[in-house]
Nanobody, 123 residues
């Protein structure tokens, strides 16, 4: 059974960077697309990025384009989200998740979720 565990969150100043990791266990990760979502207090969970499992194609929300980079290391069974030029509005709990089929921006298309990691962007 697929289990996902996020790490790498923390407190960073505006303009700073963080790299989030999503480590999988129980299955071989190269069989799965993996997405990153975030949820800020009082807001709905939203898609940030997703990486395909077939050819590694990345997808980004408009808010992430040009600042975030998703990548995967199948040998380490891990997907990463490199976040640069962070803004206060990026503050949220970040979750990685595996879709039932393909990359999607819809929360409902994802059946396996990690527990989340807090990212706080503040001076």
């Amino acid at each position: 059974q697929l289990k996902l565990v996020e790490s790498g969150g923390g407190l960073v100043q505006p303009g700073g960077s963080l790299r989030l990791s999503c480590a999988a266990s129980g299955v071989t990760l190269d069989h799965y697309a993996i997405g990153w979502f975030r949820q800020a207090p009082g807001k709905e969970r939203e898609g940030v990025s997703c990486i395909d499992n077939s050819d590694g194609s990345p997808y980004y929300a408009d808010s992430a384009k040009g600042r975030f980079t998703i990548s995967r290391d199948n040998a380490k069974n891990t997907v990463y989200l490199q976040m640069n030029s962070l803004k206060p509005e990026d503050t949220a709990v970040y979750y990685c998740a595996a879709p039932d089929y393909y990359c999607s921006a819809l929360v409902s298309d994802f059946g396996s979720w990690g527990q989340g990691t807090q990212v706080t962007v503040s001076s």
